[in-house]
C-alpha cells in the first residue's frame, strides 16, 4: 500500500472495518477506491454478508434449521478476526477460506 498521511490511513481503516460489519459494505463501495486494500476487504466482506444471508435463508427451512442455528456465530467470528487483523496493522490479512472465495469477486 502506497504511503499515506495518518488521517488518510485512519480513514482507510474505518471504511476497512465497514466492509465486514454485514449491510453496511455498501459504504466502502461507494467510495470507488480502486486499491489492493479496499478490493481485498470488499470482496472478503461480501463472501462474509452472502453466508449471513444462507444461514438466514436456511433458518427457514424445516430439515435444516437446526443446522443454520448451530453455525449462526461463524460470520461475526469471522469478521471479528478480520477487524483485530485490521486493527493490529496486519492490512493485507487474506482470511483462510473467504479469501478463496473472494477471489472470484471482481470490484
Same mark, same amino acid.
Request: aromatic share 14%; charged share 10%; net charge neutral.
Given at each position: 500500500?502506497?504511503?499515506?498521511? !495518518?488521517?488518510?490511513? !485512519?480513514?482507510?481503516?474505518?471504511?476497512?472495518?465497514?466492509?465486514?460489519?454485514?449491510?453496511?459494505?455498501?459504504?466502502?463501495?461507494?467510495?470507488? @477506491?480502486?486499491?489492493?486494500?479496499?478490493?481485498? =476487504?470488499? *470482496?472478503?466482506?461480501?463472501?462474509?454478508?452472502?453466508?449471513? !444471508?444462507?444461514?438466514?435463508?436456511?433458518?427457514?427451512?424445516?430439515?435444516?434449521?437446526?443446522?443454520?442455528?448451530?453455525?449462526?456465530?461463524?460470520?461475526?467470528?469471522? *469478521?471479528?478476526?478480520?477487524?483485530?487483523?485490521?486493527? *493490529?496493522?496486519?492490512?493485507?490479512? =487474506?482470511?483462510?477460506?473467504?479469501?478463496?472465495?473472494?477471489? *472470484?469477486? @471482481?470490484?
Amino acid at each position: 500500500m502506497e504511503q499515506q498521511t !495518518g488521517n488518510s490511513a !485512519g480513514n482507510d481503516l474505518i471504511f476497512g472495518i465497514l466492509c465486514y460489519l454485514g449491510i453496511l459494505w455498501i459504504i466502502p463501495l461507494l467510495m470507488n @477506491k480502486k486499491n489492493e486494500f479496499f478490493r481485498l =476487504h470488499l *470482496s472478503q466482506g461480501l463472501v462474509v454478508l452472502l453466508l449471513e !444471508g444462507v444461514l438466514y435463508v436456511l433458518q427457514y427451512v424445516p430439515l435444516l434449521r437446526h443446522i443454520a442455528w448451530w453455525f449462526w456465530f461463524v460470520p461475526g467470528l469471522i *469478521s471479528l478476526l478480520a477487524i483485530i487483523k485490521l486493527v *493490529s496493522n496486519d492490512t493485507m490479512y =487474506h482470511l483462510p477460506v473467504v479469501y478463496d472465495i473472494s477471489k *472470484s469477486f @471482481k470490484f
